[in-house]
């Protein structure tokens, strides 16, 4: 993975380096001592931003460039992507009937994937959804998926897709919360581990997710990426159970054996549900990070509920609604989408008030 930036319209490669992160293949630009006129110009009041490309070539590559996001490192930046091969789609499918062919059900599931592809295009446009997007827009996120013969493997090449992804969202976005947005769903769309960790139970993946703490922070608790990753997932199920009977099948960067395929077609049904809880709830708690806030409410039937608010412009104009009951020790009004397993509350996402209306649809919560 390299870096490439830009000051008008000369191009430099980071011939000078300087190591500033633990981390492989990551340079930060030098520039060299020109001229005075240069250095005083690069001084001036009216500075503008610096742009910066980012060659992404892996997930390795997308994981390391989402840490630097997390830690500021393109913030006040103009930030565009260049996706070299990634990401990709890769399913494959092993047993007897399988041999250069598709079930219906596992179709489905690939057209389930398409339509959650143009969900995402619309949330980062800013749309209410898919259905306003263009002819031109849907041709431009088309999917092919190619099945190889003799074999029912399916590979989808989604990296011109992305670019087109990420061009929308420059429109609306910048600077670390683009880098986290468009590559934290590179990570859901090429079906990495991060993104499918709740199709596996055994200890290996779950000691993984837990070493990778930017995973649950990134996608599971940023309201566009969980909602995202969610419906992708659903996508998925609709894969496997459509090749319920297979020996083994892979999604991206895990694989599931024949007793696994079995028990995520009949785990659906536990699934959770989303009902929203519009109440008033006390404010207990109150912390700020460098990109979210953490919060704790109090309600009479529910609880204490935890939420964690990450930094966007919603974000904020709901915060000052919360951080006001907060200094006066009262309660709060809020829109509140509430994930039930049962009739117990597992997670709770705020997605608007009376005040400012909703800032999500619940579908995208």
């Known amino acids: 993975m390299s870096l490439l930036l830009w000051h008008d319209v000369q191009l430099f490669q980071c011939d000078t380096v300087e190591i500033t992160l633990p981390l492989p293949g990551f340079c930060q630009w030098r520039a060299p001592e020109v001229t005075s006129t240069f250095n005083q110009a690069m001084k001036a009041p009216m500075e503008e931003k610096e742009s910066i490309q980012l060659v992404i070539e892996s997930e390795q590559d997308a994981i390391n460039l989402i840490e630097l996001a997390l830690n500021g490192e393109f913030k006040d930046k103009d930030v565009s992507f260049d996706f070299q091969g990634w990401p990709s789609l890769d399913i494959n499918i092993k047993g007897e009937r399988y041999h250069s062919t598709l079930p219906v059900g596992v179709m489905k599931g690939l057209v389930e994937y398409q339509g959650v592809l143009n969900r995402a295009y619309a949330i980062v446009s800013e749309n209410e959804s898919a259905k306003s997007m263009s002819d031109s827009e849907r041709k431009d996120l088309e999917v092919v998926f190619q099945v190889s013969q003799g074999s029912s493997e399916i590979v989808g090449a989604i990296a011109e897709q992305f670019g087109t992804l990420a061009e929308q969202a420059m429109l609306t976005m910048s600077g ?83 007793e696994e395929i079995k028990s995520i077609t009949q785990r659906t049904r536990s699934s959770t549900e989303k009902i929203r809880i519009d109440d008033l709830f006390l404010v207990k708690k109150l912390e700020t990070a460098s990109n979210r806030w953490k919060l704790v409410f109090q309600h009479p039937n529910y609880g204490l509920i935890n939420v964690v608010l990450y930094k966007s412009q919603e974000a904020e104009r709901v915060l000052d609604e919360i951080q006001h009951a907060f200094r006066s020790e009262t309660a709060v009004h809020l829109y509140m989408l509430g994930a039930f397993k049962g009739k117990k509350l597992i997670s709770a996402a705020v997605v608007g008030s009376p005040t400012l209306g909703l800032l999500y649809e619940d579908d995208e919560a």
């Open 176 to 258: 670390d919360e683009l880098v986290i947005t468009i590559l934290g769903l590179g990570l859901i769309f090429g079906l990495s581990k991060v993104a499918l960790a709740k199709f596996k139970i055994n200890g290996e993946l779950k000691a993984e997710k837990q070493r990778l703490d930017y995973a649950e922070n990134i996608v599971e608790k940023n309201v566009t990426l969980s909602k995202v990753n969610s419906d992708l997932n659903k996508a998925l199920v609709t894969v496997v159970k459509g090749a319920y009977d297979a020996d083994h099948l892979s999604l991206g960067s895990i694989d599931l054996d024949e």
